[in-house]
């Protein structure tokens, strides 16, 4: 019920939530100094809907918490935000996914980054600075922007945005159809994917959730962007995406996000779908 505060997780009382808040920050902080220690990257494969074939994977932040388990990144990207701390953070997801791809030469790596990231004009340069350090093709990567994100830009994020695709980065819209943009907005934007909100692809079994799918494959094979669905559950869905002509698939009905070393064995095993 209060919307951004998502990361209020035990308690309903505002001395709680501040308290919680609190001390999620503080113990972030203290995740933050050795990060190798509590936070993990799973990795979602997306698979070509054409070949079948794996042809990315997207990095899904995790929290190992060492009273709470593990905690979804819902839970907290908001207060790492508020706080401040998703720069450090946000690079140390980027130096962990690009260490652990070396392992996947053929596969695109999709990081998830915060407006706060872009709104920094230093971002495309320590980005930069960290795929030099690791050796690591600029082709290969993949910054994912919400739409939401995308829609509120300042001149600072269009700056970053630009910078990046000038090293040859690649720029995906986030889940497309859940910001306020219109669909034919889609043909301004600098982008280089439309990753289709997972609402829409569980709604393909509708008939106006049918042509609102068809419609934004249209756009996007007009425009010349790539086009991942994501959040694709069931046979029916894939089978849809498929005969409308959508480029790639993401999602539990094909794989779960997994650590690196699961990644590596389907590789091994040829995965495919
Ligand atoms: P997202 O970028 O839209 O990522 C997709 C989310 O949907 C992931 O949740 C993924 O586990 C989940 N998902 C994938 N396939 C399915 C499916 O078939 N059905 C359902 N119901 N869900 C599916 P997750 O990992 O909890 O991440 C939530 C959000 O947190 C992400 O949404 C992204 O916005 C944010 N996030 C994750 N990692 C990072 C990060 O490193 N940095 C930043 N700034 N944000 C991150
Ligand atoms: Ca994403
Ligand atoms: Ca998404
Ligand atoms: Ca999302």
Redesign the pocket.
Known sequence: AEGRSRYVLFSSSMDEAVRTRETMERELRQALADPDAQLRLYYQPVFSLRTGEMTGVEALLRWQHPESGLIAPGAFICAAEESGLIEVLGDWVLRRAVRDARAWPDLRIAVNVSPIQLRNRKFAGSVRAILTEAGFAPGRLEIEI?ETALMAASSEVAGSLKELRALGIACAL??FGTGYSSLSHIRDIAVDRVKI?RSFVQAVNTPSGAALVEAIVGLASANGLHLTAEGVEDNEQYAFLSKVGCDEVQGYLLARPMPAAQITVMLEEGASF
Do not use: A, K, V
């Open positions: 919400t986030d889940d909100d």
